[in-house]
């Protein structure tokens, strides 16, 4: 499992954007799956979006996003610097948590996040208040 830090966070107002990072050293994110996650707290940690390696990508597996999410968050890779980014628009208060990712190997969701295993960061701070 890849060591990952997240970056990006912070507080907008409800419809505002904000796009977070996923970026590591020492490994190429492009060979992994990456998943993004929020927690909120007293609840359960949630999957908000996924992207598989990219061979995986381009050929049998493909991009998944939480339903509450659909059609406002994008994620992508940006290979110039490796890092998966998460592109939130239209932001609703019910967005605000703290936003994790996780690396780990080719297909959604990232395997130690499978097999409850995953080592989390600290995570990156949404808060979509007026």
């Known amino acids: 499992q890849a060591d990952l830090a997240e970056s990006g966070g912070g507080l907008v107002q409800p419809g505002g954007s904000l796009r977070l990072s996923c970026a590591t050293s020492?490994?190429?994110?492009?060979?992994?799956?990456v998943g993004w996650y929020r927690q909120v707290p007293g609840k359960e940690r949630e999957e908000v979006a996924c992207i598989p390696s990219q061979i995986r990508e381009s050929t049998d597996s493909s991009i998944h996003y939480a339903d509450s999410v659909k059609g406002r968050f994008t994620i992508s890779r940006d290979y110039a610097k490796n890092t998966v980014n998460l592109q939130m628009d239209s932001l609703k208060p019910e967005d605000t948590a703290v936003y994790y990712c996780?690396?780990?190997?080719?297909?959604?969701?990232?395997?130690?996040?499978?097999?409850?295993?995953?080592?989390w960061g600290q995570g990156t701070q949404v808060t979509v208040s007026s």
């Open positions: 996780a690396a780990d190997g080719e297909i959604c969701p990232p395997e130690a996040v499978r097999l409850g295993i995953a080592s």
């Open positions: 020492g490994f190429t994110l492009k060979d992994y799956a």
